[in-house]
Structures are given as structure tokens and as C-alpha cells.
């Protein structure tokens, strides 16, 4: 089955070798995982999500989504892969084990976060069932026989965007503090990511004392951390917070790359207020421009752009133009987080030690080496410093904000940043 793409075109003209547009998410059980069980499971899983079973062809010069007729791959190893290629016989999407460790690794033109975590469910529910031999509770999990849902398959950002309401609250688009301009941070094409472990009941009530969020707390901390470690910096550290769209697409189920985000400036007069007043600040900034409204405005700009690309007439030509347009939004971000949210995976979760996401985002490139993925399971919050540059001063002096205001966390470990490569024949 051929499919036409939109939401996913940004994305692939986006993507370099620098710039794989890739995640790894890493689920740590409390057994060794066994490759077999895991091989079944896979197979039943991907039954119910055959808009995953793809891969990306070129039909001309345009390129399109076909059914992949080999199995998803189930792989050996702790180490990269290479989606796309024939490491993963054309699949965007791929599953890996290593000792304790189930991986994940997806194409971020295939889907995101939001749009992985129902086959994340249901993957769990297989495997944990067969492994353990238990009957888990399957509510809320989509199940290899279920009708997959017209409202799964469709792409919400092809529907018209009401453009009166266009700019109703304009994002921070000015240059921002740059880590590679500083002096500390060497970047490079290999990076580390340094875990954390922050239990969640009192992360949480020091969020809410503080009239924070734990994606807007964690922010703040990072803002912070930088501003510390460069208190003359010409330009403002802006730290870019990642937004899920779907609810402003009232499209819950969709399964495409849905996100957008919200700019955080930590400009010099706020660094003079308290630490509570500080939160409320960026608290304040991220509802106005989380509003619905606000989020549609990444949607019309867009289909403004998916206008501009059908005027061009190669991949070569559309791809340069998104990488300008790239570079440009880069220099007007220091740094990144992404909250994935709770993980929510039923009866499984009993089984699951640690929940780790590890993104591409974090670029090897002079803009935003530093990118910090949050996520919660099991009474914890896992928190992953990814940063393409080996000095550990940021991670330091970020753990130094967490002893300051007397928040509980343990550092995990360190480890090589091994997010997916890919492959694309444009």
C-alpha cells in the first residue's frame, strides 16, 4: 500500500548525517530479555500498527510510505543501527536487546514519542505475559486483533488551520546564547548522556510549591545551570521546551511526528528574582504559548512551508531550504528539553526498573549540543543529559541546582550517546 506524506516531509528534508532525526528509547527490565519471546512478541505487536510496517521509496522525485513486507527487526545488540538501511531491511522502526536493556529505535518521520507509546504498551503486555507467564490486564492496550482506527491513519495536520488567529502570541525568534561560542563545551560528533534517577512524589511537590511543572521546573534548573557557568553571556539562554500537538489538532490517536515547541528566554532581570518567581515566569510562558491557538500557529507555518516546498523541483533544492530554515530556528535555542510524560504501561510496569529516552536532538552542530529527555515510571523520574561535547561542566553545575534547592536524585550512570542512524534514498 503506497502512502503520500505531509506531516513526515518536514522531518526527511530536514534529516543529514549530522542530523539523523532519530530516538532511542531504552526500557531496563528486571531479567535478561529473551531474544525469542521478544521475536514473537514483536511479530503480534506490529500486526497492530501496520502504518509502521513501512518504508520510504522515491517515486520520481517525491517521496512516499510503501508497505514493508519483511518482518521488523529484532537485533542482538547494544550498539547504533542504521534504520532504513539494510541492517533494518528498510524499516524506519527497529527493536534491539542487550542483557536487561529492551531498545527501541524509531525515525522521527515516522513518529515521536506520543505516537510510540501505544506500541510500547502493547509490546510490554506480549512480552511481559509470555515471559513471566501471567495474565496482565490488557485495558487501554491495543491488541493485535483490534480494527486499527481511520483516526490512527490520518495525518491531522493536512486539515485547514484557521488563519485568522494567526500570531496571536509571538515565539522568541532572536539570536540566543550559543554553548559551542562559550568556551566550555568542545562539540564533537560523539556524545555521552549522563541518567538520573529523581523519585517522583517529591520532585513533584517541590514542582508544585514552586507553581511548576516538572518539564518547567527542569528548564528552569537547565537555564540556570548555563547562566551560572556564563554569567556575562552577551545573549540570553533560551532553553526550547518541546510541546505535544495533538491536543490542539484534537487528534489524539494520531501516529505521525506531532511536535512543536516553546521558546523560554531566562533574560537577565529574571536571573535577579527568586528562585519561585523564576518558575512562575516560565510557568506563565508556557501557558500562553501552549495555548491551542498559539500551537496551531507551528501548523499554519507548516503548510506555509509544505506551499513553499511544492514549488520547488528537486529533493536537493528542498532540502537546502529546510536546512537554512533549520539553522535558523537553531540559533534562537540554546538548549532543549522534552518531557515524554508518564510512561503508563499497565500490568507491565511491575517488571520495568528504569525508562530512559534518548534523542538525535541533541545536535553535533554550533547550536544546541544539549538536549535533556524527562520521563516517569514506577514512582521515579528519569531524567537523561544528552550533550554532544565531553566536558561535564554543564552536568555538573546542573546537579549542583538540584543539592542547591534540596531535591532528591541519584546519578545513574554514564554512557556513549547511541541514538539511530538512518538512511534515506533522496
Known sequence: MRRELYSELRTIYETTAAKPNTFRQTIKLGDLVDGQILRKA???????YPYFRVRLVMEGDVPVFEDNPSPVPVIHTNHQTVLGSEQTSGHLLCFCYWKNRLHIDAYHGLTDGGGIAPLLKTLLYYYCSDFYEVKL??????????VVSQAEWDDPAVK???????????????????????????????????????PERAFMEFNISNDGSPATIVSLLLARTIKALHPDAPLPVVIAMCVNQRRALRAPMAHQSLVGDVR?????????????????????MVTLQSDDDIVLDDIRDYQSLMAQLKTMDS??????????????FSRCVTATVSYVGKANLGDAEQFILENNVMPSTALPSAYTPLTIELSAIGGYFFLNFVQMFHEEDYFSMFVRQFRKNNIEYDVLNVTEARFPFVELPL
Not at 168 to 174: G, Q
Open 42 to 48: 514483536v511479530d503480534r505487536t506490529m500486526e497492530r
Open 137 to 146: 490486564s490488557h485495558a487501554d492496550i491495543r491488541l493485535s486483533d483490534d
Open 160 to 198: 485547514p488551520v484557521d488563519q485568522r488567529k494567526r500570531g496571536l502570541i509571538k515565539k522568541w525568534d532572536f539570536p540566543a546564547f550559543q554553548l559551542a561560542d562559550a568556551g566550555i563545551a568542545n562539540v564533537t560528533a560523539e556524545g555521552i548522556v549522563l541518567n538520573m534517577r529523581i
Open 264 to 284: 523560554l528566554p531566562f533574560t537577565e532581570r529574571m536571573r535577579k528574582l527568586p528562585f519561585h518567581v523564576q518558575a512562575t515566569c516560565f510557568r506563565g
Open 315 to 328: 529533493s536537493s533544492e528542498r532540502k537546502a531550504y529546510c536546512a537554512a530554515r533549520m539553522e535558523e
